[in-house]
């Protein structure tokens, strides 16, 4: 059986005025992006962020996806790098970063001066990727709630059925993956197993949680819904929409996007930019 790849993430980080930021690395002598390989556990988009932290300096935000590279490296093994567009949260001054022996050079280029400066021919294809979808989106999360206990091992208000222990964990799991998309705005069901998926990124992040009967599995209707995920599609920063498997159908065709069957707790993040869908990608925590 072939080895499994080495998997490593990243960004294209972009900032107003047409800039892309990349990073020299002395020992490979190489220009490229901000990229590096996942911690044990660790989930792609949470390295990301983290590794253009670590060679840059920068505090960033994912945007769209890229399409994931994937080439041979020593030990005859193949390594798959993620990427997304990124954009800067706070300053993006460089000038601070203190130089080691992993990244001795990071630098904002014109994108025009990125395609000459970037060694590699498939970074190349990434940054004309990456350029096509460079404006600012915002993400709207659908997000089905964690493991919950079993409707037949539950006798009281299905509203109150609570998270399984796998379902705390996973909820724990998702703080770092909907920081990453810089949601700032908390919607959910008022079920129990639902307000308890996205409580900790609420305790974490200090952003309220805004719970909606219409959401629950009871009493949705699909003029309720489908106001709701208008309401905050119009929003101008990122939001989590967090439901049970009955109601998705209806929020995925109010967003326009193909239905999908999610797991408990998988996601789907709709990137969007003045009501039009950029791209969607979907993930578990």
Request: glycine share 8%; aromatic share 6%; charged share 30%.
């Amino acid at each position: 059986m072939p080895a499994p790849d080495v998997l490593a993430a990243g960004a294209v980080v972009t900032r107003k005025g047409g800039d892309v930021l990349l990073v020299h690395r002395p020992r490979y002598d190489d220009w490229s992006f901000p990229k590096g390989k996942l911690d044990r556990g660790e989930h792609v988009t949470t390295a990301a962020v983290r590794e253009v932290a670590e060679e840059t300096g920068l505090d960033i935000r994912l945007g769209p996806p890229l399409l994931a590279q994937r080439y041979p490296v020593k030990g005859g093994r193949m390594k798959a790098v993620h990427y997304w567009v990124g954009r800067v949260v706070g300053s993006d001054d460089v000038g601070r970063y203190a130089v080691n022996e992993e990244i001795d050079e990071v630098a904002w280029v014109s994108w025009d001066k990125a395609r000459t400066r970037l060694t590699y021919a498939y970074d190349r294809d990434t940054l004309d990727e990456a350029e096509r979808v460079r404006r600012k989106t915002r993400a709207l999360v659908v997000l089905r709630h964690g493991d919950a206990r079993s409707r037949k091992a539950w006798r009281g208000d299905d509203r109150r059925r609570p998270l399984l222990r796998t379902g705390s964990i996973q909820a724990e799991k998702l703080v770092p993956v909907l920081a990453a998309f810089d949601v700032t705005s908390v919607h959910t069901s008022s079920s129990t197993r639902c307000v308890d998926t996205v409580a900790p990124y609420g305790h974490t992040t200090g952003w309220p949680v805004k719970t909606y009967d219409e959401l629950t599995e009871e009493d949705a209707t699909t003029d309720a819904v489908v106001e709701l995920v208008d309401e905050l599609r119009g929003l101008k920063e990122g939001a989590v929409l967090c439901t049970h498997r009955p109601v998705l159908p209806t929020i995925f065709n109010a967003l326009g996007v193909p239905d999908v069957q999610l797991e408990p707790a998988e996601l789907v993040v709709v990137h969007h930019r003045k009501g039009k869908v950029v791209a969607t990608e979907r993930h578990r925590p």
